[in-house]
């Protein structure tokens, strides 16, 4: 199992620009989870999919930021435009909504620097 | 609602010397309580569940959690630490009618462990 693969590991952008970041969940998982996670604030979920849907999105911090599952094996979150408050590790994790606890499984992160 | 308190914002305890990190938490019904850990640069890796039976829960790398019911807890140990187990380390609760499937986490304990 390859596990949750995610996009790039690392980049570093202007402020202004856009930001995509990707992620392919486990095979046969049906629950998709975007977290953020920041010295200051730790690890907070920005929203959640569960079958493609998105479900929860309260923790979006802003209009900037945008998510979409266009299909059951990937996953975008955008930020556009950047600031350096975005600066953070961004997670993504995936479950089985109906299989066992529904443990997440999460991803290495992609670390985003905004100068 | 649900929640989680990790009192301890670090750790530190002498290599070969047992260790305990500790997890409390909040839910309306029945939890399923969970706990991951993260190593410098990773993503979190899930260690152990509770999902129902014996209190004692045996997880990876040696690691046991014990499920208290009356005192709401759910502490992680390790009779003897090693100093490669030095990380951050998330306890995560879901009540078992979140439909949602949400997982809510503390705010990470840091276990330093010492030569």
């Known amino acids: 199992d390859a596990g949750v693969i995610q996009s790039p590991r690392h980049e570093v952008t202007e402020m202004g620009q856009e930001v995509t970041l990707r992620c392919k969940p486990i095979?046969?998982?049906?629950?998709l989870f975007w977290y953020r996670q920041t010295m200051m604030r730790g690890l907070e979920l920005l929203i959640y999919f569960n079958n493609n849907v998105p479900i929860d999105d309260s923790g979006m911090p802003e209009d900037r930021f945008s998510a979409k599952m266009p299909n059951a094996s990937f996953s975008t979150l955008k930020i556009q435009p950047s600031e350096p408050r975005d600066s953070a590790v961004y997670f993504c994790?995936?479950?089985?909504?109906?299989f066992g606890a529904g443990e997440l499984f999460f991803g290495e992160g992609s670390r985003l620097t905004v100068l | 609602a649900q929640s989680v308190a990790q009192p301890e914002d670090q750790v530190n305890v002498a290599e070969g010397n047992p260790l305990t990190v500790k997890c409390t938490y909040s839910v309306s019904g029945n939890p399923y309580l969970f706990w991951y850990v993260q190593y410098p640069n990773r993503g979190l890796q899930f260690l152990l569940k509770y999902i129902t039976g014996d209190n004692l829960v045996k997880g990876s790398y040696g690691f046991e959690a014990e499920f208290n019911k009356s005192q709401t807890s759910f502490h992680l140990k390790k009779p003897s630490a090693l100093v490669s187990d030095s990380a951050l380390y998330f306890c995560?609760?879901?009540?078992?009618?979140?439909?949602?499937?949400?997982?809510?986490f503390g705010g990470g304990t840091r276990l330093m462990v010492k030569p």
């Open positions: 995560a609760v879901r009540d078992r009618g979140n439909a949602g499937n949400m997982l809510t």
């Open positions: 994790a995936s479950s089985h909504r109906s």
């Open positions: 095979s046969g998982h049906n629950s």
